[in-house]
């Protein structure tokens, strides 16, 4: 998980700590350090919009975002608010948005997108889209690929985003605005269809509410 507020508690508690024991002491200060440069980062990092899922209503300012370097990794999700799948979306991706800060979470309604949502192809909801140096280079479509349906797990949906290389492994040591490696060809091609192969097609459940075409 990222750092939080609540180890700057952790960081007094170990500037305040005595010991007579140098080897101790020393390693306590490298702690200290780095425990410091995490929470730093992590708090720079929120203060530019990561570590929360943010609502866009218009196309310019999705452009913008994906298309910034500040940004290299963007998680956009076009959704319609009476969609039941789309609120279930959104659970999974607020959670994500809290542990992965390398990577800027936002929804946008397709009514408020119109010219992206024809030009992405949008056309089955929820639509996901990950975006590295401004390329889709993934997509889920309404929940092809996610194990359990409507009751997947967002570890899930992490592992599809992790594999595409939209979000770094926990772990890893890529931290807040690491750039990832495009890959070459995909440009939108992801499990759940291609860039604009999603036209015309209908939903997999005869009753879901996700083809709104």
């Not at 530019?48 to 975002?65: A, I, N, R, V």
């Not at 992965?100 to 192809?121: N, T």
């Amino acid at each position: 998980m990222p750092p939080s507020d609540d180890e700057d508690a952790l960081i007094a508690s170990l500037e305040a700590a005595t010991d007579t024991d140098p080897t101790l002491s020393a390693l306590r200060e490298r702690r200290i350090q780095s425990l410091s440069s995490a929470v730093s980062a992590a708090k720079a990092a929120r203060t530019q919009g990561f570590g929360s899922y943010t609502p866009l209503s218009s196309e310019k300012s999705l452009l913008d975002l994906t298309t910034s370097p500040t940004y290299p990794r963007c998680i956009v999700h076009f959704f319609k608010s009476d969609f039941n799948r789309c609120s279930i979306m959104d659970g999974h991706l607020e959670t994500l948005a809290q542990k992965h800060l390398e990577a800027r979470f936002v929804r946008i309604a397709v009514e408020d997108a119109p010219f992206l949502v024809e030009r992405l192809g949008v056309r089955v909801l929820p639509c996901v889209i990950g975006f590295v140096d401004g390329v889709g280079v993934e997509r889920v479509v309404g929940f092809e690929g996610l194990k359990g349906g409507d009751a997947f797990e967002t570890g899930v949906l992490e592992g599809r985003l992790v594999g595409k290389g939209v979000l770094l492994e926990v772990g890893t040591g890529g931290g807040v605005g690491v750039v990832g490696r495009r890959e070459e060809g995909r440009d939108g091609e992801g499990e759940g269809g291609g860039k604009r192969g999603l036209r015309g097609r209908k939903a997999v459940d005869e009753d879901e509410d996700d083809d709104w075409d």
